[in-house]
Nanobody, 116 residues
Framework: QVQLVESGGGLVQPGGSLRLSCAAS????????MGWYRQTPGNQRVLVAT????????NYADSVKGRFTISKDNAKATVYLQMNSLNPGDTAVYYC?????????WGQGTQVTVSS
């Protein structure tokens, strides 16, 4: 079983930056996918970015390409999402996701608000 702990959300002005972190603990397999999804009220949760282990293959939503960067620390089983050039459209609850061996785990979510 895997547990996820997220941190790093908050309020930021348009054009600003935030860094989200997600630490996985428990039984971590050697091959997995971790990533971030976001959700706004009344809408489905949608992909932001994912990264694989061990190849570190990344995948981004078109809306965040060139502004967001996902990375991971294999030794700590932690994934990061560096978010730059934020705009009000990025306001959402961001959820960390872990997938391996046909199982999936979600974090509790962290609020990101982009507003002046």
């Amino acid at each position: 079983q895997v547990q996820l702990v997220e941190s790093g959300g908050g309020l930021v002005q348009p054009g600003g930056s935030l860094r989200l972190s997600c630490a996985a603990s428990g039984t971590i397999s050697a091959v997995y996918v971790m990533g971030w999804y976001r959700q706004t009220p009344g809408n489905q949760r949608v992909l932001v970015a994912t990264i694989t282990k061990p190849l570190r293959t990344t995948n981004y939503a078109d809306s965040v390409k060139g502004r967001f960067t996902i990375s991971k620390d294999n030794a700590k089983a932690t994934v990061y999402l560096q978010m730059n050039s934020l705009n009000p459209g990025d306001t959402a609850v961001y959820y960390c996701n872990f997938r391996a061996n046909g199982f999936e785990t979600w974090g509790q979510g962290t609020q990101v608000t982009v507003s002046s």
